[in-house]
């Protein structure tokens, strides 16, 4: 499958004027002279929420049905909402990708990753407490299951399973 990268704005989103790339501060920014106002190409934020089963023996994946990685595993996760919470949005994915639920999550690590798709994302790893249950794929993963630690298929992200690593040592 071809996949477009993420392309510059090249037009001001407040009065339409094409913009131009300006030196500032020792970078070449986009520019608007019509505003004066410099647009900033800033990282999107992300989460992967890392979810053990019962017996700590188990993570729970899903299989991605988007690019980047579709059709690999990888952790619940995407992209942060305006309108949300960190937390609530950890929260919103692991339900919207496997319909499972947490008592309550923890903040473990971030993580940057350059993609090609969507230019520079920072990932906000979680780790969610208190899960349970039997997932059920659903929103944009084609799969979701528990896998034995030591049987984890290759990820779609190496963030991952340094997430999942770090959750171990929490």
């Known amino acids: 499958m071809m996949v477009k990268k993420k392309q510059p704005k090249i037009y001001c989103c407040y009065c339409s004027e094409k913009l131009t790339y300006h030196m500032e501060e020792g970078v070449k920014r986009l520019y608007c002279s019509d505003c004066r106002m410099y647009h900033y190409e800033n990282p999107l934020p992300a989460y992967a929420v890392v979810a053990f089963?019962?017996?700590?023996?188990?993570?729970?994946?899903?299989?991605?049905?988007?690019?980047?990685?579709?059709?690999?595993w990888a952790l619940p996760g995407g992209f942060m909402e305006v309108d949300e919470g960190l937390a609530a949005g950890a929260a919103r994915e692991l339900q919207e990708e496997t319909g499972l639920?947490?008592?309550?999550?923890?903040?473990?690590?971030?993580?940057?990753?350059?993609?090609?798709?969507?230019?520079?994302?920072?990932?906000?790893?979680?780790?969610?407490e208190g899960v349970s249950g039997e997932p059920k794929a659903a929103g944009d993963a084609r799969d979701a299951k528990w896998y034995p630690?030591?049987?984890?298929?290759?990820?779609?992200?190496?963030?991952?399973?340094?997430?999942?690593?770090?959750?171990?040592e929490v």
Do not use: N, T, W
């Open 149 to 168: 630690l030591d049987e984890m298929p290759l990820l779609a992200f190496e963030s991952h399973r340094a997430l999942i690593e770090k959750a171990r």
């Open 53 to 72: 089963d019962e017996s700590g023996e188990r993570v729970l994946l899903i299989k991605r049905g988007v690019e980047p990685g579709a059709g690999m």
């Open 101 to 128: 639920e947490a008592q309550s999550f923890q903040l473990i690590e971030l993580h940057s990753h350059m993609s090609d798709i969507y230019g520079q994302v920072i990932i906000l790893g979680y780790l969610a």
